[in-house]
């Protein structure tokens, strides 16, 4: 049996730099860990779990489309007015949500917000169970046209929403509850599913820096194919802590900070709408040769207060080995690893006046072959996160000993999936109708 492990790291390097806090060198390393192969594959037993009371809450289900196009619309934002709870629309554009009836009067808005629409409300009576809705969202293109950028240099853009931070995005430390789910195929097959409700505490984004950010998990489950021809059993490594280390305006050390700034040139792209408000789009590419590789990629900073409102990113492949360094930790004697593609996407979310973190999506994908083998054997990992609540952080600290570490992996730590109304009352991402094939299927092939 062999074992293949895989790992990608935001930042590949250490690097050492000058800090008056700790009057000396301190070492910076980003530890996303966010890929681990191997081939051991362990059956865990059924944990028995209590759902909540499904009659406490409202459940909300529908489809977001396109008003021109018909076609669904994948990771749209919904979120309860008023409230802090949300969730997002899957692959197929459908979705759940999950209210509390107490926390409700007789009528509650749902906004449904997309990347280039305008938003859409709909009122929903939370005296019963709702029918499936569809939501029609329309292209928000007209008003765009018109928009002309002046006064700002791209770099200097950048500059000015970092200088920012502090006054868009929340002073105080906060309790966020996310859903998260990571995939792996192998082609088209799935052969790892794993999902979990988990707790992160975020300090102030006053401190840059996530040192002192926390993962803990709630409950979590997962599928694992058993299939003999899988010799190769993905794995993600680190698992939510992605989250922790993904969110750029809180984590400078990874796009934002004076140096990395340095290493990028920076472009207007065309401006685009979100959540009813117009947005620069800042995209950057590597100016520089380093050691490691870096990242293609853009920014989108709301026009008015100059916060980040998303950012999507993707490590630079044209330099392979580079490229395989930054990604590839440890692999079989004989076996060839090739990444084809490794991107993020992180966005936020305006409340109040303030920006939150609102999603995190990861997707790496590579090619793995034998030498001497004709051809070879396509992998995709995928993981995501959305937020479903937020609170305010009081006496809500997470202990290091009781967090996820960034060294753990979370199918090792969950139970498997057979107990239909396993998450309760908790908000999650909809699995998408290919997702929900998969998983019946692993789920036949561990009952033979």
């Not at 006054?167 to 105080?172: I, Q």
Request: glycine share 4%; with cysteine; net charge positive.
């Amino acid at each position: 049996m062999q074992i293949f492990t895989i790992f990608t790291s935001i930042s590949p390097h250490t690097t050492e730099r000058k800090t008056k806090r700790e009057g000396g060198v301190m070492k910076t390393l980003n530890p996303l860990l966010t890929m681990l192969a191997a081939i051991l594959l362990m059956p865990a037993p059924t944990a028995a779990v209590t759902p909540r009371e499904e009659k406490t809450h409202l459940t909300v289900n529908g489809v977001v489309k396109d008003r021109n196009s018909k076609k669904v619309i994948p990771y749209a934002n919904i979120n309860v007015v008023g409230s802090p709870h949300g969730t997002v629309s899957n692959d197929d554009g459908d979705f759940t949500l999950k209210i509390a009836r107490s926390a409700t009067g007789s009528d509650i808005s749902i906004e449904i917000s997309h990347l280039g629409y305008y938003n859409s409300q709909i009122k929903v009576d939370s005296t019963s169970t709702t029918e499936k809705l569809t939501i029609w969202l329309s292209p928000a293109v007209n008003q765009l046209r018109e928009v002309v950028i002046t006064g700002y240099e791209p770099r200097r853009l950048v500059e000015e929403a970092v200088s920012k931070i502090v006054a868009n995005y929340d002073a105080n430390p906060r309790l966020l509850t996310g859903f998260y789910r990571e995939t792996a195929q192998k082609k088209k097959r799935y052969i790892n599913v794993s999902e979990a409700v988990v707790d992160l505490y975020k300090t102030s984004y006053r401190n840059p820096g996530v040192e002192q950010d926390r993962v803990q998990l709630i409950k979590g489950r997962k599928l694992i194919s058993t299939k003999v021809s899988d010799t190769l059993a993905v794995k993600l490594l680190g698992g939510p802590v992605s989250a922790v280390y993904l969110d750029v305006v809180k984590n400078p050390d990874l796009l934002l900070s004076p140096e990395m700034l340095d290493f990028y040139d920076f472009y207007f792209e065309e401006m685009t709408s979100i959540d009813r408000r117009l947005q620069y789009v800042v995209g950057f590419r590597p100016r520089r040769v380093l050691p490691h590789a870096l990242y293609n990629g853009r920014f989108y900073i709301d026009r008015e207060r100059l916060s980040f409102t998303r950012a999507e990113f993707s490590l630079d492949l044209s330099d392979l080995p580079k490229a395989i360094q930054s990604v590839l930790h440890r692999k079989p004697a004989g076996l060839r690893f090739r990444p084809t593609e490794v991107s993020y996407r992180v966005s936020y979310i305006d409340r109040e006046g303030r920006s939150d973190l609102n999603y995190v999506y990861a997707h790496i994908a590579f090619k793995c072959d034998w030498k001497r083998k004709l051809f070879s054997t396509n992998y995709a990992i995928q993981s995501e996160m959305v937020v479903t609540d937020r609170q305010p952080a009081i006496d809500s600290r997470i202990s290091w000993k009781d967090s996820f570490k960034p060294n753990e992996v979370l199918s090792d730590d969950v139970s498997s999936f057979y107990d239909e109304d396993f998450w309760g009352a908790y908000n999650i991402i909809e699995p998408s109708e290919s997702l929900e094939h998969a998983v019946k299927r692993l789920k036949r092939q561990r009952e033979r």
